[in-house]
């Protein structure tokens, strides 16, 4: 069976520190990849994707995050977070043509940033 | 402006009740989805709708039930016999089942 995991599940950071979240998943076959963002008392919302191409995708607000299959990973990274950043953080997999394309979610980290 | 909406927002019932869910899109979108979200454990999957008149059970259908009669429309029932309903529940749509999701702002069911 598919699943996802994620590291941390809290972090704490001060402003302008450098971010990097976990992401693993199992599964051997094709798979896309998100990255999705709740900020505290708003929907999820996406931040960013991988369906194929250039392993390293850029996502909105300075994210990023790098594929690596032979690691089945797909770590989310952001050089200097803002207090802003606070939020929790899921790390997502879905095989296209398996029910329906549902999303295999992780467990979410919680980010805290420090002013 | 497009989006899903879901109402409402915060939903209080007694235990034994049944109670629906609304979701709405308007992003012309085939696919949707129910997903419930409970502290520490992500979101996982209780319906799936790839198509009007059609539905699929996710990881977690028990004690659920959905309709798909049109294709904006994908209300989700949670019954009494949903031993543990108390959640955040999200409806999700994406234009087919290979595309990004698109969640809504959720309803947080609490029964007492």
């Known amino acids: 069976a598919q699943s996802v995991s994620q590291h941390n599940h809290h972090v704490i950071l001060s402003e302008a520190a450098s971010l990097e979240l976990g992401c693993n998943y199992s599964?051997?076959?094709?798979?896309?990849l998100f990255w999705y963002v709740q900020y505290p008392g708003q929907h999820l919302q996406l931040l960013l994707k991988?369906?194929?191409?250039?392993?390293l995708v850029k996502g909105i607000k300075g994210f990023e995050a790098e594929f690596i299959k032979s690691k089945f990973s797909f770590n989310l990274r952001k050089p200097s977070v803002q207090w802003s950043d606070t939020a929790e953080y899921f790390c997502?997999?879905?095989?296209?043509?398996?029910?329906?394309?549902?999303?295999?979610f992780g467990q979410g980290t919680e980010l805290s940033v420090k002013p | 402006d497009g989006g899903i909406t879901q109402s409402p927002k915060y939903l209080f019932r007694k235990e034994g009740q049944n109670v629906t869910l609304s979701c709405e899109q308007n992003?012309?979108?085939?696919?949707m989805y129910w997903y419930r979200q409970d502290p520490g454990q992500g979101l996982r999957l209780i319906y799936y709708?790839?198509?009007?008149?059609?539905?699929q059970k996710g990881d977690i259908a028990e004690g659920y039930s959905v309709s798909r009669e049109k294709k904006e429309s994908f209300p989700l029932t949670v019954t009494s016999a949903q031993k543990n309903p108390t959640a955040f529940y999200l409806c999700?749509?994406?234009?087919?089942?290979?595309?990004?999701?698109?969640f809504g702002p959720g309803t947080r069911l609490t029964v007492l």
């Open positions: 999700a749509s994406s234009g087919l089942a290979t595309d990004t999701q698109y």
């Open positions: 599964y051997g076959g094709t798979v896309n």
């Open positions: 991988y369906f194929s191409g250039d392993p």
């Open positions: 997502a997999v879905n095989a296209p043509y398996n029910q329906g394309g549902k999303l295999i």
């Open positions: 992003l012309n979108h085939d696919a």
């Open positions: 709708s790839q198509i009007v008149n059609d539905f």
